[in-house]
């Protein structure tokens, strides 16, 4: 069992930044596959940003060159640096963990932390 507790979120206007941090727990946090995900009401959770466990990330198009996700393996967190925010970056974003046992992936989420970019 991996719990994510993610936080950082809140309201911003457009054209500024916020750093969204996801604690993960679990002594196993360097081998996690990390993700961010979010999700606009009424819209489907759509994939923002994911990172291996050797540090390689990925991003959707719609957030290159504006978003950065890192980790910090020492202290078991997920990081996501927003920058130049737009207002269709408004949803709620959610830190995702895929952990492999034996031969089988499973899926991990946080609760969701809101994010609000007015225009």
């Known amino acids: 069992q991996v719990r994510l507790v993610e936080s950082g979120g809140g309201l911003v206007q457009a054209g500024g930044s916020l750093r969204l941090s996801c604690a993960a727990s679990g002594s196993r946090f360097s081998m996690y596959a990390m993700g961010w995900y979010r999700q606009a009401p009424g819209k489907q959770r759509e994939l923002v940003a994911t990172?291996?466990?050797?540090?390689?990330?990925n991003y959707a198009d719609s957030v290159k060159d504006r978003f950065t996700i890192s980790r910090d393996n020492a202290k078991n967190t997920l990081y996501l640096q927003m920058n130049s925010l737009k207002p269709e970056d408004t949803a709620v974003y959610y830190c995702?963990?895929?952990?492999?046992?034996?031969?089988?992936?499973?899926?991990?989420w946080g609760q969701g932390t809101q994010v609000t970019v007015s225009s």
């Open positions: 995702n963990a895929k952990v492999q046992v034996l031969l089988t992936w499973y899926d991990y």
């Open positions: 990172i291996t466990s050797g540090g390689s990330p």
